[in-house]
């Protein structure tokens, strides 16, 4: 990955990462088969994701754990595969090993009060990772503003569709707080325009497979519809390929979310209208700085927000998105380092 030029700054408000990647210390196996170092000083992370269902968290990793090393840190990952039970016992789990500080990407925001208490009452600080964790006081909430990324989809089929028309929402799930912030942004920035959303759906556990039974659903009903906001880049993929069926590809607007590489070959492809892009490798080394200096007692600088999580304000790290269309796709994706020429237009022979 090549470092990030002066077009990232526009990613960011004020949180800017100071480290790269690197190599590490020597690794070893823990009884889970997640990774440790075997530095006895270290300070010692626990990371704990919902999945590696979605690609953007496998990206998400590989940019925390190295430099969470470069900064004298090990982190112990743990993985939950969905299940919310599972995430719970293994944030148990990191309480009883003595982990200096919690990073968490949560299965369900409204599930995992208790365990965070556990945590406080263990005296370990935790850190709500890209989901806030609801009604569980956590230390920091570090993400990008999500309500930004539903006003960028709004703004870019208002745009794409001059004429209004109907449109779809296919969504991730409810559990997942940043979908409701989505949401609410998304709606506010349709009014005044000419555009209905007569559809909306949910993909539970965001299993984007789902998104082709609901748009089939929606078509039988909707057959005129002129756009399709999709949750994120994953759920556009089958949305995608049900519109390609239906051989209305390119006819239909579709918007996501991640800068998956597989959204931005579709973008210039003619498929898909935009991504609301978030530099995932940003906002993991943010987090694996803040973790660090955490875990050692130092003052979090470049914290810019704060969010209610239901019961009170939490420290935010709010970073920012960017539409990415085909107009601007070499100059934020390409030449950000992002994903390489060759494989955005793989598909699309350049003159």
Known sequence: MKKCSGILAVLIVICVLFCGCGGGQE?????????????ADAVKIGLSFDSFVIERWLRDRDAFV????????EVNVQNANGSVKEQISQIEYLIEKDVDVLVVVAVDCNALTEVVAKAHKAGIPVISYDRLIRDAGTDLYVSFDNRAVGSLMAENLKAAIPSGGEIFM???????????????????????????AVYKANCEGWLAEQAAEYLDEALEEYPDVKGIMCGNDDIASQVVRVLSENRMAGKVQVVGQDGDLAACQRI?????????????????????????????????????????DGSKEIPFCMLQPIAVTKKNMDEIIIEGGFHSEEDVYLNVPRN
């Not at 690794?27 to 530095?39: C, I, L, P, R």
């Not at 940003?282 to 003052?299: C, D, Q, R, S």
């Open 27 to 39: 690794e070893t196996e823990n009884k889970s088969g997640s990774t440790e170092s075997e530095n």
């Open 170 to 196: 296919i969504q991730g799930p409810e559990e997942d707080n940043n979908v409701r912030l989505v949401r609410e942004g998304f709606e506010e920035g349709l009014k005044g325009g000419n555009l209905e």
């Open 66 to 73: 190295p430099t969470a090393r470069e900064l004298g840190a």
């Open 268 to 308: 210039v492809e003619g498929t898909q209208t935009m991504t609301a892009f978030k530099s995932v490798e940003i906002l993991a080394k943010a987090a694996a700085e803040y973790a660090v200096k955490m875990a050692k007692g130092e003052e979090l600088d470049r914290v810019n927000s704060s969010i209610s």
